[in-house]
């Protein structure tokens, strides 16, 4: 039985860990995520536990114009997120802090690959599926709500937000931090965790149910990290508009 050279191919690369697969960009997360942002102007991105500004940067290379104000409370990645933000006028980076659901201080733990820090205690299994992700060190930081920073570090021009939130475990702090102005929110990206990564952290159902209830409605989703051992998925984005 004779084999293409299509089929060959395919063969070959999985060998080596590869998968061709057709190029279908309406159903690909990220360009889902910036087709929504083309077609609904918003007046800035909140770039909540924004790293070295991995994020900020994917959004200016896809053509995203507007105002992005990034957010990230490690001294080290800090630095750097400076740094790669100054070559852009709308990307402006808020004071050194975490967002959260109180003002004052908390202390953060810092993982060897600086992504999975988290102001929550790590689980076992999360380092065990990870071994990069292990706390290495800890460090204090500044906690605000989005509420207290709005008309000062988000200028009070901005009527119309669309907030991303990477905070490893936080994420429910970061969303009940936001009593007084949720209207003006029109998108969240926020990571969702299938089992518990982080001592105390709040599930993907129990966000979901959370923004439901805010009238929002589940956009697009992307995955984001599953278990090398097993394949099971543990995190995963959600978009979700109004």
């Not at 084999?3 to 309406?26: A, D, N, P, S």
């Not at 292990?134 to 709005?150: A, F, M, R, S």
């Not at 991303?164 to 998108?187: H, R």
């Not at 159902?205 to 599953?226: H, N, S």
Request: proline share 3%; with cysteine.
């Amino acid at each position: 039985m004779s084999i293409t050279m299509k089929h060959f191919i395919k063969v070959c690369l999985r060998r080596f860990g590869f998968e061709i697969k057709r190029y279908k960009q309406l159903y690909i997360f990220e360009c889902q995520v910036d087709t929504w942002l083309k077609q609904n102007q918003v007046d800035v991105v909140l770039d909540i536990g924004a790293n070295t500004g991995q994020y900020a940067s994917r959004l200016l290379a896809n053509g995203f114009n507007g105002d992005i104000i990034s957010f990230e409370p490690l001294s080290d990645a800090y630095k750097k997120l400076i740094e790669n933000s100054s070559k852009n006028k709308n990307w402006h980076i808020a004071p050194r802090m975490a967002i959260g659901d109180f003002n004052g201080e908390k202390y953060i733990n810092i993982s060897a690959n600086s992504e999975s820090s988290s102001i929550m205690p790590m689980l076992p299994l999360h380092e065990s599926s990870e071994p990069s992700s292990k706390y290495i060190n800890t460090e204090q930081t500044k906690v605000c709500t989005l509420d207290g920073l709005i008309g000062s570090v988000i200028p009070s021009r901005h009527k119309s937000i669309f907030l991303k939130i990477d905070t490893q475990g936080y994420e429910d702090k970061v969303l009940s931090g936001i009593k007084d102005n949720f209207n003006m929110v029109k998108a969240i990206q926020v990571e969702l965790s299938t089992i518990p990564l982080y001592e105390g952290q709040k599930l993907y159902y129990e966000i979901i149910d959370f923004l439901v209830k805010k009238e929002f409605i589940l956009y697009a989703i992307g995955q984001v990290f599953t278990d090398k051992l097993t394949g099971k998925l543990f995190q995963f984005d959600g978009f979700f508009v109004r």
